[in-house]
């Protein structure tokens, strides 16, 4: 789903829909509060969940932020 905002302000230079944005800011600031008090997103190490979550993110923020 954050591909499906992201994609076009990335691609097409469009400008970001404010309520999208404010959803995927909800969702990154639910993962802050998630990962409060732990280094990973499932379990006790690093799975195949960080490295997905980290790529996500990652592009989240070189196409927007």
Do not use: H
Request: contains cysteine; glycine residues 6%; charged residues 20%.
């Amino acid at each position: 789903k954050i591909c499906s905002v992201l994609d076009p302000v990335a691609f097409k230079g469009e400008q970001p829909q404010p309520e999208k944005m404010d959803k995927i800011n909800e969702a990154l600031q639910y993962l802050n509060q998630f990962l409060e008090g732990q280094n990973f997103v499932a379990g006790d190490g690093l799975t195949i969940a960080d490295v997905s979550t980290v790529v996500t993110v990652s592009n989240a923020e070189v196409r927007i932020f």
